[in-house]
């Protein structure tokens, strides 16, 4: 089983610009896939990778950690510095979490960073509880859609795998 339109989506333009893009937490590209084809369009060369674990079920997403999705990201970018003389990277959510990071490994080569909505600091106290309920409970319900504009959809899970 998958969520419909969870897939990577690659473009090799002429512009000499390229532009990692990353997902959210419990999503998939389908949430950038708009803007991902309006930077291809524009002629710049365009990695929006579907982190390990996503697009499929919550069940898979439980059995991967940051670092795989970390490591997903970190292959787009060198693809990308291998043939753009600029590299911009952008993130939604917790994806705009995962590129900061990218940035502050590669601070010489990365010539921009674009966030929407990134997921720095969560301080919900119930978050302490979490090495012990993960024991018990596999998921919670969903988070929803981070997306306000209508009709568009972000391809997420309806359940937060607490392994992940």
Known sequence: MSIPG??????????????L???GFTGSPVSLRPWAEDLAAAGH?????LLP????????????????WYAELSRGYAELTDRCEQVFVAGLSM??????????????R????ILVNPAYRADDPRLRLLPVLQRFLPSLGGIGNDIKK???????YDRIPLKA
Do not use: C, Y
């Open 95 to 108: 994806g705009g979490t995962l590129v900061t990071k990218l940035a502050e490994d590669h601070p010489d």
């Open 110 to 113: 990365i010539s921009g960073l």
């Open 150 to 156: 209508p009709g568009q959809d972000e391809g997420a």
């Open 45 to 49: 060369s365009v990695s929006l990778p």
């Open 21 to 23: 893009l990353s997902h």
């Open 53 to 68: 674990g996503h697009g499929t079920t919550w069940q898979d997403m439980n059995r991967t950690t940051w670092q795989d």
């Open 6 to 19: 969870a897939i990577p989506f690659q473009h090799d333009g002429d512009s000499g610009i390229g532009v």
